[in-house]
């Protein structure tokens, strides 16, 4: 079992709408749990981060975190063609010199 | 903008042949990491850095060296590159009170 799974894609959804992303994981040591922005020929960047378990909103995006679960989400309110990129999840432990883990992204389209 | 700079941008090289990739921050952080990003495996680590002189494998390590000689520079070093190391190359930081990543804007590296 892979560290971190995460769907590929690519999903495609009308303009306007709610998007669900997820990853799940297996290694309970994670704590801090991140999500990537990534546009074509561009580098991963930073779109939200959390620590622990819970929710945490920043403008139409919300992270969601279960660790009883061992599953995360990103949601995307009011979707806009402009969200259209790969979405990558990370985590990592709480130690610094701990690894940070990646998914492998889903390709995320949204359709105007 | 995480201060990171990589060079060259785009390179193709021939088999066989040596090739070093440069990682350059602005903002002196210990903490540096290497990774390449293929279809269907995400963001793999390389290597990464903790400070001067200070580096250590990743999980793709085979076929590649690093050096880190000042705080601002890490480079990454193809001793006879191959085929099979075409590839997206992402240099990242992290800065002291973060956990989180940050990236360069990436190499397209095709080796011919």
Redesign the interface.
């Known amino acids: 079992q892979k560290e971190v799974e995460q769907d590929?894609g690519p999903l495609s959804v009308p303009e306007g709408a709610i998007v669900s992303l997820n990853c799940t994981y297996s290694n309970s040591a994670f704590q801090?749990f991140?999500w990537?922005r990534q546009y074509s020929?561009?580098?991963?960047?930073?779109l939200m981060?959390t620590y622990s378990s819970g929710n945490k909103e920043d403008g139409r995006f919300t992270a969601q975190v279960d660790k009883s679960s061992k599953y995360i989400s990103l949601f995307i309110r009011d979707s806009q063609p402009s969200d259209s990129a790969t979405y990558?999840c990370?985590m990592?432990g709480m130690n610094?010199?701990d690894?940070?883990i990646?998914?492998?992204?889903t390709r995320l389209h949204i359709l105007p | 903008d995480a201060g990171i700079t990589q060079s060259p941008r785009h390179k193709v090289t021939e088999t066989g042949t040596p090739v070093t990739l440069r990682c350059h921050q602005t903002e002196n952080h210990r903490?540096m990491y290497w990774y390449r990003q293929d279809p269907?495996?995400?963001?793999r680590?390389i290597h990464?850095s903790?400070g001067v002189k200070d580096t250590d494998k990743?999980e793709v390590s085979d076929g590649y060296s690093v050096s880190r000689s000042k705080t601002e520079d890490f480079l990454l070093t193809l001793e006879s590159a191959t085929s099979s190391q075409t590839s997206v190359y992402?240099c990242a930081i992290?800065r002291p009170m973060n956990?989180?990543?940050?990236?360069?804007?990436?190499t397209?590296l095709t080796v011919v």
């Open positions: 590929p801090y991140m990537y020929r561009k580098g991963p960047e930073l981060y990558l990370a990592s610094r010199d690894k940070i990646f998914g492998k992204g | 903490y269907g495996h995400g963001l680590l990464y903790y990743g992402f992290r956990t989180e990543a940050f990236f360069g804007q990436g397209r």
